[in-house]
Nanobody, 123 residues
């Protein structure tokens, strides 16, 4: 499955953005999906993951209560709603898919990646 992330941009602190990750060449419902981010000079880190049905989600502590991951398997698309954005949320955001039966937080467990979309939060 090929993934295409979009929705990034420049936003002021306290603002909101919604990222989308569209899948093609495969059925999204077959995969556990995740969002990761990578700031300049830093490693790629886990943000959130969602089960195949969407019934189970997992978040990094840094975004819990501010970000919401969701998916629409009919539209073959996953989302990340980001509220109360902070300057430290500035990064390139990546969506990823895994055939794992769990919702792993390690990027090495994900096999398919989107190209990334840049989110910049100004103070």
């Amino acid at each position: 499955v090929q993934l295409q992330a979009c929705g990034g941009g420049l936003v002021q602190a306290g603002g909101s953005l919604r990222l989308s990750c569209a899948a093609s060449g495969g059925t999204l419902s077959r995969y556990v999906m995740g969002w990761f981010r990578q700031a300049p000079g830093q490693e790629r880190t886990f943000i959130a993951a969602i089960s195949r049905s969407g019934g189970t989600t997992n978040y990094a502590d840094s975004v819990k209560g501010r970000f919401t991951i969701s998916r629409d398997n009919v539209k073959n698309t996953m989302y990340l709603q980001m509220n109360s954005l902070k300057p430290e949320d500035t990064a390139v955001y990546y969506c990823a898919a895994t055939s794992s039966y769990s919702a792993p937080t390690s990027p090495e467990m994900y096999t398919n990646w989107g190209q990334g979309t840049l989110v910049t939060v100004s103070s």
